[in-house]
C-alpha cells in the first residue's frame, strides 16, 4: 500500500497525558498537511510542511501542539498536557508540488477521558 | 480573512440530480477541491478545478467562477451510497487548503 498512512488509528489517553501521532506520506510528496475533524465539522487547517519547512500552524492552535517533518518525509504532531478538548480525528495529508490533488490518510482518532 | 460557505444538509432522492454550492472569500485562489466524506472515515477526493467552467467526471461535475468565487457539484443518477458529507476547500496563494464545514447529503429511497 502506497497511500498516506497514520499511526496510531485510535488513542485513549487521560487528560494532561502527551500524545504523538506519526504521519507516513506517499513517497515523493514534499507537501504534508494535518487537520483536526470533530463530529459534524470539516477537516480545520492545523499546519503544514514543504519538505521539512513548516510554512504556516495555524493561530488556533495552543503551544501544546507541535508537528515536525525532520527529513522532509514522515511527520509526526505531539499534544502535550492534553485536553478534552483535543477528542477529535487527526487527518494527514501529502501532495506533490502541483498540488492538484491532496491525499488523506486514515486518520487517528484521539479520545481524551 | 477566509471563508468558505456551503449548506449543512440536503437531501435528495435516488435517481435524481443534486447540485451543492460552495462560495469563497479566501486571501488569493491556487484552486478549488471536492471531497467526499463517509461517517467515520477520510476524505477521498472528487474534483479540482483551477480554471473557470464545467468539469465533468462520470456521475459527477464540479464547476467554477472565480471571478464570483463560486463553485458547486453536481451529481448526477443519485444512488443510495452518495449519501456522505461533501467537502469544499480551497488552496490560497500560500498553498494553504482550508476546508469549508462540509454538506450532509442524505439519500431517500
Known amino acids: 500500500d502506497t497511500g498516506v498512512s497514520q499511526d496510531p488509528r485510535h488513542k485513549i489517553t487521560k487528560r494532561g497525558q502527551n500524545v504523538t501521532f506519526r504521519c507516513d506520506p506517499i513517497s515523493e510528496h514534499n507537501r504534508l498537511y494535518w487537520y483536526r475533524q470533530t463530529l459534524g465539522q470539516g477537516p480545520e487547517f492545523l499546519t503544514y510542511?514543504?519538505?521539512?519547512?513548516?510554512?504556516?500552524k495555524s493561530r488556533l492552535l495552543s503551544d501544546r501542539f507541535s508537528a515536525e517533518r525532520p527529513k522532509g518525509s514522515f511527520s509526526t504532531l505531539e499534544i502535550q498536557r492534553t485536553e478534552q478538548g483535543d477528542s477529535a480525528m487527526y487527518l494527514c495529508?501529502?501532495?506533490?508540488?502541483?498540488?492538484?490533488?491532496?491525499?488523506f490518510g486514515e486518520g487517528s482518532w484521539l479520545t481524551v477521558v | 480573512g477566509q471563508n468558505i460557505d456551503q449548506p449543512t444538509e440536503m437531501t435528495a432522492t435516488e435517481g435524481a440530480i443534486v447540485q451543492i454550492n460552495c462560495t469563497y472569500q479566501?486571501?488569493?485562489?491556487?484552486?478549488l477541491f471536492w471531497y467526499q466524506q463517509h461517517a467515520g472515515e477520510a476524505p477521498t477526493f472528487l474534483s479540482y478545478n483551477v480554471l473557470d467552467g464545467l468539469e465533468e467526471k462520470g456521475r459527477f461535475s464540479s464547476f467554477l467562477s472565480r471571478s464570483k468565487g463560486y463553485s458547486y457539484l453536481l451529481l448526477k443518477e443519485l444512488q443510495m451510497k452518495d449519501s456522505a458529507s461533501y467537502l469544499c476547500a480551497v488552496r490560497g496563494r500560500d498553498d494553504k487548503i482550508i476546508f469549508g464545514k462540509g454538506t450532509r447529503l442524505h439519500i431517500l429511497p
Open positions: 495529508a501529502s501532495s506533490p508540488d502541483t498540488g492538484n490533488t491532496i491525499y
Open positions: 479566501t486571501s488569493g485562489f491556487n484552486g
Open positions: 510542511f514543504q519538505n521539512e519547512a513548516q510554512l504556516e
